[in-house]
């Protein structure tokens, strides 16, 4: 299974964490096809903590988290 | 041409109640550009990096940039700039609302203060007058309270600044808060003012403009270019109004990045219960903006029925994943303290995280804790240790309020003090973040994020997103972020334009307002050269070259949990990559680097 966690205004009409088949979905961009996320909309796209574009592969048990354009300090 | 600076600068002297009007140096104001640069520039010259911080010898400048109140996004910061009494270092803490702006708009670049007043006094200031005032009615007075109080005297129109408890007692941590919830937080700025008696200082001004802008179609021309920047990023359009810099919580934690437990570990399990969206959903009434700023990151929420600032994203981490505590509603309320008490919101939670840590290790006993024990995520321990940091009475009390770094050592366990020069860092640990090390460690006012905030390159991806794990060219990065980041304080802008707009936009509107024709090769070499001029005051204060390093935990103790796991800091390596492209030796400046930078007064020091 691969973890989806959604932030900020991506959760609007969204759950907050979903849990997807990594047989169905092997690249980030098809996760983001699934949740009707444009990929423009995803600033930060961190596999496991490191940042990734849509076309990384993903595996079993990967934990896949998605910012929209976010700042501060 | 005096573009954007009124020539006038208020000395005053509290000793004698002398108030002079000096002419402003208008070659320096553009040579160092105006706030932070100018600020430390006059410390430097007048020889305040030898005195004792909180004697009558030390001086207070409350200081404007040109763009301060200009027609120009996000202008409404002034800074205070002096010698640390919690570091021994400069001190330049920044501040938004509108404080400086009206302190612009009455006719003054900056207001110097020397010495002490015989009895606790405030400032008055209408225009060109300026009187002192008896403030001992004031004493006591919590910040919000006081800032009504001297409305009510002095007419709504009036802005405050102040000092809480805290100051008063010239507590290390102390902050100056100005406008209810805006603050001077970092470096105890807040205890200098304290230690020279002054509680207050109330500003009018019959202006509600700059009115002597050198070139008002070009600043116009400038400004739009700015904003047409600034609305078509996501970021600063958006972003930042709709989940403040509180939304960086579960960023943080999701690179694994958030320490937790005083910096035992770097992944939080309960950051969504403090995140910025937990925030949103329960206590947000509306974002809140300084004066002038179309970015509007500031949180109004309510706090047990009480409307007021809300906590920005380092108190949420603070108070919350660094004391081990997910319970949202007591960092509202213990944000709220702080500003309230006047303390700084950083230092102060990492503080009560080091002793926590100090607890858990036995060195703090239970007995010690007068029926509050420091225990990990105890809210009963973070609201009452607040409270009594800001107005201490027992020696643990006021051994609290020196600071972490005075803590630890006091117990003999200097290296649990997570700081940097005695300064707390913040957020982002430096183990997942390798160039944010690098700011921390050669920080001139210590552990601070900014003073060369490489989060927005290597977690935000601004302007372009760097491997947050390299070290190759993370060097000339922090060099370029540290020198623009100068430039930035100086002018009066606030930081947070830089996540759209660049050197360009800087240069375009300071050449519009002062009237000068700088590059953007120059504007950055006058970052270069305060960034200098500020490692002088600290090498004359006695700083040494041990004192650019990290805790010995982010070089020796790997990550313990979260997608960081096992990384370290590789401070040793990038360290000298960055005194090289600084032309720094055993971290100071080399005499050639001085005179490339006109900094010759310093040759030789």
């Known amino acids: 299974m691969i973890e989806v966690r959604l932030f900020a205004t991506l959760r609007q009409g969204r759950e907050k964490s979903i849990m997807l088949d990594s047989k169905e979905f092997p690249t980030a961009k098809d996760v983001l096809d699934h949740l009707d996320i444009l ?35 | 041409m005096s573009g954007a600076y009124y020539e006038k600068i208020a000395r005053i002297n509290l000793s004698t109640g002398e108030i002079k009007v000096e ?103 209408e225009d060109d007058k300026i009187e002192l005032l008896d403030a001992q009615e004031y004493l006591g007075m919590m910040s919000e309270a006081m800032d009504t109080a001297l409305k009510e005297k002095h007419g709504a129109e009036a802005s405050v600044l102040n000092i809480g408890p805290a100051g008063e007692k010239k507590v290390l941590m ?109 206590y947000l009434v509306k974002a809140g903006a300084c004066y002038r700023c ?65 607890y858990q290790r036995g060195a703090i006993k239970e007995e010690d804790c007068a029926g509050v024990p420091l225990e990990w995520g105890s809210t009963k321990a973070l609201v009452e240790w607040t409270k009594r940091i800001g107005n201490p009475e027992t020696e643990l009390d006021w051994l609290m309020s020196s600071g972490s770094a005075r803590l630890c050592e006091h117990y003999g366990m ?35 994020h900014v003073r060369g905030y490489m989060i927005s390159p290597e977690v935000l991806g601004l302007p372009q997103q760097l491997d947050r794990t390299a070290t190759d060219d993370k060097a000339v990065w922090a060099k370029t972020f540290q020198d623009l980041t100068a430039v930035i304080d100086s002018m009066g802008h606030c930081l947070f334009t830089s996540f759209a707009m660049g050197a360009q936009e800087y240069t375009d509107l300071l050449n519009a307002a ?7 090769e120059e504007v950055l070499e006058i970052g270069d050269r305060i960034y200098n001029i500020e490692r002088m005051f600290n090498k004359a204060a006695g700083m040494k070259p041990e004192d650019d390093r990290l805790p010995k935990r982010l070089l020796e103790e790997p990550i313990a949990n979260g997608p960081s796991k096992g990384m370290v800091s590789q401070l040793p390596l990038t360290l000298p990559q960055y005194y090289e492209a600084r032309g720094w030796v055993n971290a100071f400046p080399t005499d050639e680097t001085l005179k490339k930078l006109g900094l010759d007064e310093c040759v030789g020091k």
């Open chain 2, 414 to 448: 200097p290296e649990i003090s997570m700081s940097v020069k005695k300064q707390e860092m913040p957020a982002y640990d430096a183990r997942g973040i390798q160039g944010i090390g690098i700011t921390y460690a050669t920080s001139n006012r210590g552990g601070c």
């Open chain 2, 514 to 520: 002062t009237g000068t024709n700088h590059s953007v």
């Open chain 2, 294 to 358: 179309p970015i509007a990151c500031g949180r109004i929420i309510n706090v047990n029925g009480h409307i007021t600032g809300g906590p920005e994203y380092e108190p949420l981490w603070a108070y919350g994943a660094n004391c081990g505590n997910n319970d949202l509603n007591v960092i509202d309320e213990c944000n709220m303290l702080c500003n309230e008490y006047g303390l700084d919101a950083i230092s102060v939670p990492c503080t009560i995280a080091a002793a926590m840590e100090l």
């Open chain 2, 23 to 125: 002419k402003l140096d208008l070659e320096l104001a553009h040579k160092f550009i105006g706030g932070r640069g100018l600020g430390t520039k006059i410390l430097y010259d007048e020889g305040v990096a030898t005195v004792d911080p909180l004697s009558p010898e030390n001086k207070l400048i409350y200081i404007t940039g040109p763009m301060t109140g200009a027609n120009a996004p996000s202008t409404g910061r002034y800074m205070v700039v002096t010698k640390s009494p919690l570091t021994g270092m400069i001190a330049c803490s920044n501040s938004g609302g509108i404080w400086g702006a009206k302190l612009k708009y009455a006719g003054w670049d900056a207001i110097i203060v020397e010495g002490e007043a015989p009895k606790w006094t405030y400032i008055n200031i």
């Open chain 1, 39 to 73: 990929p423009g909309e995803v600033s930060i796209l961190l596999v496991n903590g490191f940042h990734k574009t849509p076309e990384a592969q993903l595996e079993d048990g990967d934990v896949v988290a998605l910012f929209p354009p976010v700042g501060g300090g």
């Open chain 2, 174 to 282: 102390a902050a100056i808060m100005n406008d209810k919830d805006r603050a001077a937080g970092r470096s105890g700025v807040g205890a200098v003012m304290g230690s020279k008696k002054l509680k207050a200082i109330v500003v009018k001004a019959s202006r509600r403009n700059l009115d002597n802008i050198a070139d008002v179609d070009a600043l116009k021309a400038a400004t739009k270019r700015a904003m047409d920047v600034l609305m078509a990023n996501p970021v600063t359009s958006s972003g930042l109004r709709q989940l403040g810099t509180a939304i960086l919580v579960n960023i943080i934690n999701n690179v694994g990045s958030l320490p937790t437990r005083n910096w035992q570990e770097s992944y939080f399990e309960k950051a969504e219960d403090i995140s910025g969206e937990a925030l949103a959903e329960k």
